[in-house]
């Protein structure tokens, strides 16, 4: 009976948690935090729920980092109008720039 109680107390601890939003030309994101064995990884994610996700992060201890790389990770989407875990967007912005 001790290991049902711990299993259910573990997965309550697990769930996603949504920390942004941001809409960039490819659609409307969700970014969320989701804690896994005591570390917590980060996952950039469609808002309607089907398409692909991408994993920012993992291995998070630190609240300071989280803040950190969710405010960094908004301005380059706000920046580039692109979704940063999806490539280098800096070659998307330039290439846009050349008209290319």
Same mark, same amino acid.
């Given at each position: $009976?001790?290991? !049902? #109680?711990?299993?259910?107390?573990? *997965?309550?601890?697990?769930?996603?948690?949504? /920390?942004? =939003?941001? @809409?960039?030309? %490819?659609?409307? =994101?969700?970014?969320?935090?989701?804690? !896994? /064995?005591?570390?917590? *990884?980060?996952?950039?994610?469609? #808002?309607?729920?089907?398409?692909?996700?991408?994993?920012?992060?993992?291995?998070? @201890?630190? $609240? %300071?980092? !989280?803040?950190?790389?969710?405010? &960094?990770? /908004?301005?380059?989407?706000? @920046?580039? &109008?692109?979704?940063?875990?999806?490539?280098?967007?800096? /070659? !998307?912005?330039?290439?846009?720039? *050349?008209?290319?």
């Amino acid at each position: $009976m001790t290991a !049902l #109680v711990s299993a259910s107390r573990r *997965r309550a601890g697990n769930e996603r948690v949504e /920390l942004a =939003r941001y @809409t960039v030309s %490819a659609g409307a =994101r969700i970014i969320h935090g989701q804690r !896994l /064995l005591g570390v917590v *990884r980060l996952v950039d994610g469609p #808002v309607a729920g089907r398409g692909r996700r991408y994993i920012i992060e993992r291995e998070l @201890t630190v $609240m %300071a980092e !989280l803040e950190a790389i969710v405010a &960094d990770y /908004l301005q380059q989407a706000a @920046t580039w &109008d692109a979704i940063p875990a999806a490539g280098p967007c800096y /070659l !998307l912005a330039e290439l846009t720039e *050349r008209g290319q």
